[in-house]
């Protein structure tokens, strides 16, 4: 038996900004009561790190050394997960679009890729893991028995996120969010480093036109397929 076999088992979820993989993790590991990675977090705490200490975002040394110290924790709170940061709750802030696309710069960078490897791996516990990300089928957990790579077209991920930002009071141009998004894309994808790509072993899933329940199901029907969940 491999040490992998040994292994709690993980379920990754990956895909470009806007597919939905966050909503459909988190609702993956609170029905099966698995541990949950965000890991597009860790670098939007790094980002924000570095934004509130004006640190220049093509400084890769200075981002590498952020990144290795980060005081982070993840906290459960009323069902949701609050995200600390040197002891703040910065849930909220993590989310401005000026961090989304400070933390897309980030990553694009080897160096604070290296740095964070581990602690994304450190998350992996009794009973499961759905961690969700860019490269967790490819590079982070590269022996996951279920890997989703979640996609939509950019006009709807454009869409959601303007109606997100709308219902929170925010005034954005759906034009100017399309924009972001394909320049994240082209960004994400062309990037040294782990570039967004889908694993070789990895089920697609267009996203576009489909209902949150309708996405999980499916991502359901596959974990059912390919692990023996307990109690099953």
């Given at each position: 038996?491999?040490?992998?076999?040994?292994?709690?088992?993980?379920?990754?979820?990956?895909?470009?900004?806007g597919?939905?993989?966050?909503?459909?993790?988190?609702l993956?590991?609170?029905?099966?009561?698995?541990?949950?990675?965000?890991?597009?977090?860790?670098?939007?705490?790094?980002?924000?790190?570095?934004?509130?200490?004006?640190?220049?975002?093509?400084?890769?040394?200075?981002?590498?050394?952020?990144?290795?110290?980060?005081?982070?924790?993840?906290e459960?709170?009323?069902?949701e997960?609050?995200?600390?940061?040197e002891?703040?709750?910065?849930?909220r802030?993590?989310?401005?679009?000026?961090?989304?696309?400070?933390?897309?710069?980030?990553a694009?960078?080897?160096?604070?890729?290296a740095?964070?490897?581990?602690?994304?791996?450190?998350?992996?516990?009794p009973?499961?893991l759905?961690?969700?990300?860019?490269?967790?089928?490819?590079?982070?957990?590269?022996?996951?028995?279920?890997?989703?790579?979640?996609?939509?077209?950019?006009?709807?991920?454009?869409?959601?996120?303007?109606?997100?930002?709308?219902?929170k009071?925010?005034?954005?141009?759906?034009?100017?969010?399309?924009?972001?998004?394909?320049?994240?894309?082209?960004?994400?994808?062309?990037?040294?480093?782990?570039?967004?790509?889908?694993?070789?072993?990895?089920?697609?899933?267009?996203?576009?036109?489909v209902?949150?329940?309708?996405?999980?199901?499916?991502?359901?029907?596959?974990?059912?397929?390919?692990?023996?969940?307990?109690?099953?």
């Amino acid at each position: 038996m491999s040490e992998a076999d040994n292994q709690p088992p993980v379920i990754t979820i990956d895909g470009p900004s806007g597919s939905g993989k966050g909503t459909i993790a988190k609702l993956l590991a609170e029905k099966l009561k698995f541990s949950l990675l965000d890991s597009g977090a860790l670098y939007r705490l790094t980002a924000l790190a570095a934004l509130s200490r004006d640190i220049d975002l093509a400084d890769e040394a200075a981002l590498t050394k952020v990144a290795s110290g980060l005081d982070i924790r993840f906290e459960p709170r009323d069902g949701e997960v609050a995200v600390l940061l040197e002891g703040r709750d910065v849930s909220r802030d993590i989310r401005m679009e000026r961090v989304s696309m400070a933390a897309s710069k980030v990553a694009a960078m080897p160096g604070v890729r290296a740095a964070l490897l581990q602690r994304q791996r450190d998350f992996l516990k009794p009973p499961g893991l759905v961690a969700d990300g860019r490269d967790m089928g490819t590079t982070v957990f590269p022996d996951a028995p279920v890997k989703v790579f979640l996609t939509a077209s950019a006009e709807e991920r454009a869409r959601r996120r303007y109606e997100q930002l709308r219902e929170k009071g925010v005034s954005v141009s759906l034009r100017d969010l399309l924009e972001d998004i394909r320049a994240r894309d082209a960004r994400d994808m062309n990037r040294a480093a782990s570039p967004l790509v889908a694993a070789e072993d990895a089920v697609e899933l267009d996203s576009t036109g489909v209902t949150i329940d309708g996405v999980l199901e499916k991502v359901l029907q596959l974990v059912l397929e390919r692990i023996r969940l307990p109690g099953a």
